[in-house]
């Protein structure tokens, strides 16, 4: 049934309205998205980059932190030095997470003149004893040669960072006091990551000899390096691993893969097998481990310095305070530690491209409930605009239904009353009339009673083994009248001997009367019906039985089809020609139908004709058979 145009015009423009205003809330979403992945990604990348700057000063702190301890006044003699240091060590390894990190302790005293020497702290004795140098240094020891071997150069360079330390000093109040170690920038910390040792500057004073003097020559540094030797398998087994575990670790274990290589293809530590020995095109974050300030995250290359004020920033890095390890390269080729992080769902852009489809998928999906919702909404208040007008379409038949037999056996009556019927012959036509009117409406009202309780699902139906003949000559029974009024030849087709059907006798009965109705109605000038009845031969249905009702009349179209069993429904054909009904007959034949455990279906040709078809189980044998056996009254009680 078509709506007016005018609520069909309002209704198309209530639809585009909302289906606007989701295109519009699906733009806004997807911007949403995209804002808040981009937020995303610079939270996790600031986040990365401080995890990254947490795990480099937790590693100078470990690597560095004896140094912080070793404090005595360069100008105390050897022996008083190395007490100093020992009990000073001591202290720091009791207290230190990881005490067995260093292995070797050496001093390498006079290191800016051709007297140098190298001296190993016995912690244990407290003294420094001579030593050799390791072959592991080597190459630091040569580099000192080269470093120094221009004395001028050195010199220079010494008095430079002298007179600085002097200047600082007088801005503090004072010149140092004598035992105390100068708070400049006396001290360069650096890092032999071939030979795995850190050593540190530590500068005296000036000396001149009398002939030095006599002569006019500079004074010459002194000059003192402390050197740690650090243990590798501490290292990678122990430290590099806490480490990352304290910084790049989530609720469900690490969140990043991390490595530490020495050039492409050189892993020193790696969080997962594989990682880190292959060149990775485009890892998270990349930091050098060593070298530049903690500011600068590029990679600057640190070849030997021209001369030792190079390992001397302007502000410098004092003791007690934050450390700065420069990597010595001894080499051009020679390559610095790099910290390499990538994230274990394929980096970063990945993890925020997941985190927006997420969210994408999420937001359109809600607005695709939303949509959905609305959409249920505008079909509901169709449909319910429509079953309202079929309501009304109900009154309005039910109406007139009511009004025509209540009109003749009210005039029935009147003529009754007034005295215009005279003889017996005349007074049994108007009391049949009146009989036969009366039972129409009882049937009308019935009708629509069994139909209130289908749908409220409280009718109660009392099944038991049926013959389908039976059925059939029980609705035949009750209407011959309208069939014999309308002139209908009715052609019966019953198959012999069909099994017994389960069902309400009463039920299957009306059943089959709102069909014949229909066939009786909607036949046309044809004036012929067929009962037809037998088994389903279908393969999947070979246990039901099959009752079909059969007309040439109207027909019904297939848009009609599929609407033809809802309640108050009437064909526009049926319309037309003034057919008077309810439109309650099929939708309760179908509900008895399917309530006996069967099932109604249709088939039609407009202008050929209709046929209906009840489809209905065998009874059990069982049930059958204790139908058959049950116990009789005895007939002889019956008799009176």
């Not at 986040?47 to 937790?58: E, H, I, P, T, V």
């Amino acid at each position: 049934m078509k709506l007016p145009l005018k609520e069909r015009v309002f209704l198309s423009g209530v639809v585009i309205a909302l289906a606007a205003v989701l295109a519009v809330l699906a733009v806004l979403q997807y911007r949403w998205a995209r804002e808040v992945s981009d937020a995303t990604s610079t939270r996790l990348q600031a986040n990365l980059q401080s995890s990254m700057m947490g795990w480099r000063d937790d590693l100078y702190r470990e690597l560095a932190g004896v140094f912080g301890v070793l404090q005595a006044d360069p100008a105390l003699p050897l022996h008083e030095k190395a007490a100093r240091y020992a009990q000073q060590y001591q202290t720091w390894s009791q207290s230190a997470a990881h005490s067995n990190l260093i292995s070797h302790l050496f001093l390498v005293s006079n290191a800016a003149s051709d007297h140098a020497e190298l001296f190993q702290l016995n912690t244990a004795e407290g003294d420094f004893q001579p030593a050799q140098w390791p072959q592991e240094l080597e190459h630091f020891h040569n580099w000192l040669q080269t470093s120094f071997a221009d004395r001028e150069r050195a010199t220079r360079a010494m008095m430079r960072l002298h007179t600085r330390d002097h200047f600082r000093r007088n801005q503090n109040g004072g010149a140092a006091s004598p035992g105390r170690r100068p708070q400049g920038p006396d001290v360069a910390a650096m890092v032999d990551v071939n030979a795995l040792a850190l050593m540190r500057l530590q500068f005296h004073h000036f000396q001149q000899n009398d002939a030095g003097r006599q002569s006019g020559e500079r004074p010459q540094p002194v000059v003192d390096w402390i050197v740690v030797e650090l243990d590798r398998k501490v290292l990678d087994d122990h430290i590099l691993p806490e480490l990352t575990e304290r910084h790049f670790s989530g609720s469900e274990g690490l969140d990043y893969q991390v490595a530490v290589t020495n050039g492409p293809g050189s892993v020193i530590y790696s969080s997962d097998s594989g990682f880190g020995k292959q060149e990775i095109a485009s890892p998270d974050g990349t930091m050098p481990v060593f070298g530049p300030p903690r500011t600068a995250l590029s990679h600057r290359p640190m070849n030997p310095p021209p001369n030792l004020a190079a390992h001397h920033p302007p502000d410098g890095f004092g003791f007690p305070g934050g450390v700065r390890l420069d990597p010595i390269h001894y080499s051009a080729d020679e390559n610095d530690w790099q910290l390499l992080v990538r994230h274990r769902m394929g980096g970063l852009e990945a993890v925020v491209a997941g985190i927006r489809r997420r969210n994408l998928e999420l937001s359109f999906g809600v607005l695709l409930v939303l949509a959905a919702g609305i959409g249920i909404i505008v079909v509901t208040s169709q449909r319910a605009r429509m079953l309202a007008r079929l309501q009304m379409d109900f009154v309005a038949s039910v109406s007139h239904e009511l009004r025509t037999p209540l009109a003749v056996i009210s005039s029935a009556a009147e003529n009754i009353a007034d005295g215009v019927v005279a003889g017996r012959q005349q007074l049994a036509q108007y009391g049949g009339e009146i009989k036969n009117q009366a039972k129409h409406l009882i049937q009308l009202v019935e009708q629509i009673l069994l139909f209130a309780a289908t749908r409220g699902k409280r009718h109660h139906y009392t099944l038991r083994p049926l013959r389908v003949s039976d059925v059939i000559d029980a609705a035949l029974k009750d209407t011959a009248g309208m069939i014999d009024a309308a002139g209908i030849t009715v052609e019966q087709d019953v198959a012999p001997n069909l099994p017994p059907i389960m069902g309400d006798l009463a039920a299957l009965s009306h059943c089959l009367q709102n069909l014949i109705t229909n066939a009786v109605k909607y036949g046309g000038d044809a004036r012929w019906m067929r009962i037809k009845a037998g088994v389903n031969e279908e393969q999947l249905h070979f246990d039901e039985v099959q009752i079909s009702v059969e007309d040439k009349g109207l027909g019904i179209g297939a848009s009609e089809l599929r609407h033809i069993f809802e309640p108050f429904y009437r064909s526009r054909a049926a319309a037309a020609a003034q057919i008077h009904g309810t439109g309650l007959g099929l939708s309760l034949a179908r509900d008895i139908a399917e309530a006996m455990g069967g099932r109604l279906t249709v088939s039609s040709e407009p202008g050929k004709g209709s046929c209906f078809t009840v489809y209905l189980k065998f009874a059990e044998v069982s049930v059958v058979q204790a139908t058959q056996t049950a116990p009789v009254a005895n007939p002889n009680l019956s008799k009176t």
